[in-house]
Nanobody, 125 residues
Framework: QVQLVESGGGLVQAGASLTLSCAAS????????MGWFRQAPGKEREFVAS????????YYADSVKGRFDVSRDNVANTGYLRLTSLKPEDTAVYYC??????????????????WGLGTQVTVAS
């Protein structure tokens, strides 16, 4: 089992920045591909970004490319998502995810094994 706990969400103005953290425990963090998904009210959970086991590969949704940056620290067992130039349409609950298999732009949420409970990001216009 892997436990994931997100933090760092909040209410910000458009154009602001936030850094989300995902603290992992339970198993060796570096054995898992890590991803970030988000879900807005009335919408499906969608892929945002992911990073490979050793952090050498990253993937981004087109909607966040150039504005968000995913990273991880396998010593600290923590993943990060830096959100910049935030827009009102970025408002959603952001979830951290982990799986032994690769997580990419094509990965569907239902196929991922481990999830955090999410952290709310609200961007005011």
């Amino acid at each position: 089992q892997v436990q994931l706990v997100e933090s760092g969400g909040g209410l910000v103005q458009a154009g602001a920045s936030l850094t989300l953290s995902c603290a992992a425990s339970g198993r060796t963090f570096s054995n898992y591909f890590m991803g970030w998904f988000r879900q807005a009210p009335g919408k499906e959970r969608e892929f945002v970004a992911s990073i490979s086991w050793a952090g050498t590969m990253t993937y981004y949704a087109d909607s966040v490319k150039g504005r968000f940056d995913v990273s991880r620290d396998n010593v600290a067992n923590t993943g990060y998502l830096r959100l910049t130039s935030l827009k009102p349409e970025d408002t959603a609950v952001y979830y951290c995810a982990a799986d032994g298999s690769r997580i990419t732009t094509e990965t569907t949420a239902w196929s991922i094994r481990y999830w955090g409970l999410g952290t709310q990001v609200t961007v005011a216009s």
